[in-house]
């Protein structure tokens, strides 16, 4: 499923479909070959438009995707 980022002042906001409920938010700070990738760990909200969560920026980066 798509997985949307915005950047909403000193968050980033995510949203997947809500169809996509079987999946989990990980993230990395390297996309590399093998890299490890953690569970997010905060629950995130099913809205009328799919499931939302923010995640305060950093100074590193963090890559995201859905894992089923």
Sequence with gaps: PALSITRA???IQLLWPSSASGFSLQYTPVLKPNDSWSNFDVTPILTPTGYFTTDPL???SRF???KE
């Design 58 to 60: 950093t100074t590193t």
């Design 9 to 11: 002042g000193d968050v």
């Design 64 to 66: 995201y995707r859905l």
